[in-house]
């Protein structure tokens, strides 16, 4: 079992930075992708970013790329996600998610672990 926990959410002005935090706890040896998920109000989850174990790869959506970097410190078992450059778009819960067969993917079902979210509002 793999247990994923996602904290530094917040309330920010637009053009402002925040920096996602996803800690792993159990079998993390088994991990290989990670990735950022959102969902807004009455929208459906979408795909923000996934990274590969070593960190060698990467994907974005394109609604945040150039923005936001995903990046992991596997001596921590921590995924980040700095978000730079904030719009009210962006205003969504935020959800980590962890995979052990995928090297990296941007489909929510390739993923066999989530956090319970936390949630980036973006003010105007």
């Known amino acids: 079992q793999v247990q994923l926990v996602e904290s530094g959410g917040g309330l920010v002005q637009a053009g402002g930075s925040l920096r996602l935090s996803c800690a792993a706890s159990?079998?993390?040896?088994?991990?290989?992708?990670m990735g950022w998920f959102r969902q807004a109000p009455g929208k459906e989850r979408e795909f923000v970013a996934t990274?590969?174990?070593?960190?060698?790869?990467?994907d974005y959506a394109d609604s945040v790329k150039g923005r936001f970097t995903i990046s992991r410190d596997n001596a921590k078992n921590t995924v980040y996600l700095q978000m730079n450059n904030l719009k009210p778009e962006d205003t969504a819960d935020y959800y980590c998610?962890?995979?052990?067969?995928?090297?990296?993917?941007?489909?929510?079902?390739?993923?066999?672990?989530w956090g319970q979210g936390t949630q980036v509002t973006v003010s105007t």
């Open positions: 159990g079998r993390t040896f088994s991990v290989n992708a």
């Open positions: 990274i590969s174990w070593s960190g060698a790869s990467t």
């Open positions: 998610a962890a995979a052990h067969g995928s090297n990296w993917s941007r489909n929510s079902g390739m993923y066999d672990y």
